[in-house]
């Protein structure tokens, strides 16, 4: 069972920066061997990716955020980041992290990100 937490989120003005952290716990091991991601979910619209690292630590992003934003994670802190520069108003949703191995697919709850002026 992986348990994920995010933080960072919040409210900023157009061409602002956040950074989000989801911090995952795991009763026996780390995150190591898990496929890390944010995704996130505007009012009235789908679930969508924002971006993966893989266990690998190769990456990937929507178009709509190539160039804007970051993914990172740091294993010895078992801690995934998401760096976000230039941010728009269509940024604004819930952002969630997730956790995929295998079978097993975990979602923190999901941390609030307001772009506006």
């Known amino acids: 069972q992986v348990q994920l937490v995010e933080s960072g989120g919040g409210l900023v003005q157009p061409g602002g920066s956040l950074r989000l952290s989801c911090a995952a716990s795991?009763?026996?091991?780390?995150?190591?061997?898990?496929?890390m991601g944010w995704y996130r979910q505007a009012p009235g619209k789908q679930r969508e990716l924002v971006a993966t690292?893989?266990?690998?630590?190769?990456?990937n992003y929507a178009d709509s955020v190539k160039g804007r934003f970051t993914i990172s994670r740091d294993n010895a802190k078992n801690t995934v980041f998401l760096q976000m520069n230039s941010l728009k108003p269509e940024d604004t949703a819930v952002y969630y992290c997730?956790?995929?191995?295998?079978?097993?697919?975990?979602w923190g709850q999901g941390t609030q990100v307001t772009v506006s002026s």
């Open positions: 690292i893989t266990s690998g630590r190769n990456t």
């Open positions: 795991k009763s026996a091991f780390g995150i190591d061997i898990y496929d």
């Open positions: 997730n956790a995929q191995y295998r079978y097993e697919n975990y």
